[in-house]
């Protein structure tokens, strides 16, 4: 089945500073979701990619679809305290359409 | 708000008792999907409806476990004879799709699950 490595695991970093998460896949994927999940919530979509390439932003969150379909990134600048959370990926292919996820960076903002 | 729904929020249960989770989807949503996440993890698959129909199934859903959606709107998902195992969030999300396009799925706030 399809497998979505995500990294880094977790990240703890100072309140200004910019991160940087990816995915990658064992497959290729014609779709890429970015989620953002705070502590016994559902996760909340952030950004949805559909096409090679593409590199779509959503406020201080930019993500981009890797060109060989097999990885995305996701890019927060100027983070701040209520940025903290987990964030998954998913992606979706391989003939089906059932998105996988990855299993999460967890992401703690110092102020 | 019109937004995924689910109920309950919490469910503590002894071991052996049946339990069943409600979802309402985003009510033009036509698809459906229920996953299950435990701690540390991402959400995993269990399974999928396109109105009523029950398109696909996890090998994760076990023969304990039964999803319905019976009018295409609303769905629930039972758990028969809990182990401490099925202890984790259930989650439900719904997206609006056609043929090939699956659309962006929308969460609920989760079910959690507690097995003792």
């Known amino acids: 089945g399809q497998q979505l490595n995500q990294s880094p695991q977790s990240m703890f970093i100072q309140e200004g500073e910019d991160v940087s998460m990816n995915c990658t896949s064992s497959?290729?994927?014609?779709?890429w979701l970015w989620y953002k999940q705070d502590p016994g919530e559902g996760p909340v979509l952030l950004i949805a990619?559909?096409?090679?390439?593409e590199l779509t932003s959503n406020g201080r969150l930019t993500a981009q679809f890797g060109i060989t379909r097999k990885d995305s990134f996701l890019n927060i600048s100027a983070s701040i305290p209520s940025d903290v959370g987990i964030y998954f990926c998913?992606?979706?292919?391989?003939?089906?359409?059932?998105?996988?996820f990855g299993r999460g960076t967890s992401l703690i903002v110092h102020p | 708000d019109t937004g995924v729904s689910q109920d309950p929020r919490h469910k503590i249960t002894k071991r052996g008792q049946n339990v069943t989770f409600r979802c309402d989807p985003i009510?033009?949503?036509?698809?459906l999907y229920w996953y299950r996440q435990t701690l540390g993890q991402g959400p995993e698959f269990l399974t999928y409806?396109?109105?009523?129909?029950?398109?696909?199934k996890s090998r994760l859903l076990s023969d304990r476990f039964s999803a319905e959606r019976p009018k295409g709107s609303f769905s629930t998902l039972e758990i028969q004879r809990t182990e401490q195992g099925d202890s984790a969030m259930y989650l439900c999300?719904?997206?609006?799709?056609?043929?090939?396009?699956?659309?962006?799925?929308?969460f609920g706030e989760g079910s959690r699950l507690t097995v003792l």
């Open positions: 409806f396109q109105n009523e129909a029950q398109l696909e």
């Open positions: 999300a719904s997206s609006l799709g056609g043929g090939a396009v699956t659309g962006e799925l929308f």
């Open positions: 497959s290729i994927f014609n779709t």
């Open positions: 990619l559909y096409k090679a390439g």
């Open positions: 998913a992606g979706r292919g391989g003939g089906s359409y059932i998105p996988t």
């Open positions: 009510s033009e949503h036509n698809r």
